[in-house]
């Protein structure tokens, strides 16, 4: 049980630093080298100015889900070294 935990702790916060990550890439794509302005709410690069729109707003199942996803894991590892082996 303690495995599966720490596994649901850690795999979430890594798909939402990869997420973020792969999206941050594109941003700075698009300001640096194209010279653009990122729109947010679609994910292109365009020529006028953007408004910023939160990346928990744009994905709020994926950031919701992952950190209940850790709040599993947390519990099971909780119950993984409370319990003791057999």
Not at 31 to 45: F, I, K
Not at 64 to 72: Q, Y
């Amino acid at each position: 049980m303690l495995k599966i935990g720490l596994l649901l702790l850690i795999l979430p916060i890594l798909v939402l630093m990869g997420a973020y990550f792969m999206e941050l890439s594109d941003v700075r794509d698009c300001l640096l080298l194209q010279e653009g302005h990122w729109d947010y709410r679609s994910g292109v690069c365009r020529e006028t100015a953007q408004p910023f729109v939160p990346w928990v707003d744009r994905h709020p199942w994926l950031v919701n889900g992952g950190m209940l996803t850790s709040v599993a894991g947390v519990a099971l590892c909780m119950v993984g070294l409370y319990v003791k082996r057999r």
